[in-house]
T-cell receptor
């Protein structure tokens, strides 16, 4: 069955430090790949998505992600974290054209 | 263009009552998806509907849960005889025709608490 793994449940970084959130997927072909962010009590906001082409994808709020086919990974990065980035981040895979399969999420804490 | 609307935002029900969650898709979107987020888990797909049709309900629990998307009006997720385990956040997403997962926009969610 298709699955998405986010190995880190919690990550704490200092404000201004770089960030990398990991995501691995299990799927036979290259799926559509997404990163969403969820602030407490809020809905999901799309940060970026990958369908094909250039494996480095730029998103909103200064985030980027790199698709690595050989590692079945789609890690999210940001060079300098801001306190407002504290939230929960979800990696998702789009399969069969309709449904999204989500990872369990990574909670990001930012310390000043 | 208003985003995906969900109401109510918070819903409290006693065990055994019915819960009705509403989702109004974005203008021009005819496809609706429902996802459930249990505490400390990611979102899980429940059902995919087009107007007057259920296309994929592979994620719906077999009993007590139903969904509809009538020709007029919002999509409704209905949970009969709620139990404590139904407490979760329920998110609706919508997409334009033919876009599928490539373009799903999420609503703010309805947080259901069963007491």
């Amino acid at each position: 069955a298709q699955s998405v793994t986010q190995p880190d449940i919690h990550i704490t970084v200092s404000e201004g430090a770089s960030l990398e959130l990991r995501c691995n997927y299990s799927y036979g072909a290259t799926p559509y790949l997404f990163w969403y962010v969820q602030s407490p009590g809020q809905g999901l906001q799309l940060l970026l998505k990958y369908f094909s082409g250039d494996t480095l994808v730029q998103g909103i709020k200064g985030f980027e992600a790199e698709f690595k086919r050989s590692q079945s990974s789609f890690n999210l990065r940001k060079p300098s974290v801001h306190w407002s980035d504290a939230a929960e981040y979800f990696c998702a895979v789009g399969i069969y054209g309709n449904k999204l399969v989500f990872g369990a999420g990574t909670i990001l804490r930012v310390k000043s | 263009n208003a985003g995906v609307m969900q109401n109510p935002r918070h819903l409290v029900r006693r065990r055994g009552q019915e819960a009705r969650l509403r989702c109004s898709p974005m203008k021009g979107h005819s496809h609706v998806y429902w996802y459930r987020q249990l505490p400390e888990e990611g979102l899980k797909f429940m059902v995919y509907l087009q107007k007057e049709n259920i296309i994929d309900e592979s994620g719906m629990p077999k009993e007590r849960f139903s969904a509809e998307f009538p020709k007029e009006g919002p999509s409704i997720l209905r949970i009969q005889q709620v139990v404590r385990g139904d407490s979760a956040a329920y998110f609706c997403a919508s997409s334009p025709p033919l876009a599928g997962v490539r373009e799903q926009y999420f609503g703010p969610g309805t947080r259901l608490t069963v007491t």
